[in-house]
């Protein structure tokens, strides 16, 4: 695989710079992009506006708690349009609650992680779940340069 393409849905200054660190200081070739709301997010994915060029991720690391839009309303938004919903959706967050864990599932969430507090544990955390979906992980070619 050639250039990762990474879409990061953080409103967090300081858990932006930790991921740009994260990646890259993996040996992982990856783009990423950063939208920190969620409306932001809804319009880079359908490459509205000012997105109209974007390269569509091949993965997506979203946070629940997120201005205009909550994770849980751009997951649902991802998963029910059928140009997008095959995007891994990793689930990036600092909550724990079940219901919140049992909602992104429910709404077809690839995997729910929840933040460490403690900055090496977090960049660690960034870099294995890099390796995994960009190592491990088989993803879907791009069709017709998405």
Known sequence: ?????????????????????????????????VVTDGWEAVQF???????????????????????????HEVLHSIKNNPVI????????TTSSYDLDIRKCYDNHANCYITKPMDVNEFLKTIREIADFWLNFVKLPLKINNE
């Open 85 to 92: 919903q095959h995007i891994p959706v990793i689930m990036l």
């Open 1 to 33: 695989m050639g250039k990762v393409h990474i879409l990061l849905v953080e409103d967090n200054e300081g858990d932006i710079m930790l991921t740009r660190e994260a990646l890259n200081k993996s040996e992982i070739l990856s783009a990423l992009n």
């Open 45 to 71: 994915l359908e490459k509205k506006g000012k997105y109209a060029e974007v390269v569509t991720p091949d993965i997506i690391l979203l946070d629940i708690n997120l201005p205009k839009m909550n994770g």
